[in-house]
């Protein structure tokens, strides 16, 4: 009797540590679906490192929108560069590319900074507009690049506004660097779509 007793309180020691152990790692890391966080931007932070963010909710939504943007500016230059038909465009889609670039990688810096996790991937219905565009070449590529570039980069200043006026000094002043350069692209690709019309 003493055996089967002492076995069980073994077997319940051993159950209860392990379930214990389970707790503490469900505590610290999540599944993919909600979230891993151990993980920012896919970086690694440290577990003495809060993930809680230091930027509000208008700037989380700022910065992940500024994402969204430049992946689909880099994108969009990509084919430009392959399927425009004129020089014009095609220099000023790789000015587009060199910008977009570099401002994707401060924005996502930034995010990281702020541990702010943002999409590493377009939305579904705007990566269907891009392979869409992957099928349009000459003229009528032309038209649609630049179109679409004037029509983006509207939206792209009045999000890039809304973030200079944003509380956190750091967003505030990224937002108001990256707008003066927005400002030019959307100048230029406004010049442009005279020309072409």
């Known amino acids: 009797m003493k055996k089967i007793f002492l076995g069980l309180a073994i077997y319940a020691t051993i159950t209860f540590q392990s379930c214990q152990s389970a707790d503490k790692k469900s505590s ?24 809680e963010s230091s930027v509000d909710e208008e700037g ?6 500024a994402v969204v943007g430049g992946i689909i500016q880099i994108e969009a230059a990509k084919i430009a560069i ?33 541990k702010i996790i ?3 991937a377009l939305p579904a219905e705007e990566q269907i507009h891009i392979d869409a565009m992957k099928k349009i070449t ?18 792209v200043v009045t999000i890039f506004k809304q973030g200079e006026q944003n ?10 660097k990256t707008l003066s350069v927005i400002e030019g692209h959307t100048e ?10």
């Open 28 to 51: 610290t890391m999540k599944d993919s679906v909600s979230g891993d966080t151990t993980m920012v931007n896919g970086n690694h932070v440290t577990g003495a490192e809060s993930t």
């Open 60 to 65: 989380a939504t700022f910065l992940k929108k």
């Open 82 to 114: 392959e399927n425009a038909k004129s020089t014009e465009v095609k220099n000023f889609a790789q000015q587009m590319l060199t910008d977009h670039v570099k401002a994707l990688k401060e924005i996502k810096d930034l995010a990281i900074k702020k």
């Open 118 to 120: 943002t999409p590493d």
């Open 138 to 155: 000459g003229s009528e590529f032309d038209k649609h690049y630049i179109d679409m570039m004037v029509n983006d980069h509207d939206k």
């Open 167 to 176: 509380k956190d000094s750091d967003l505030k002043k990224l937002a108001n």
């Open 188 to 197: 230029k690709a406004k010049e442009i779509a005279l020309k072409i019309k």
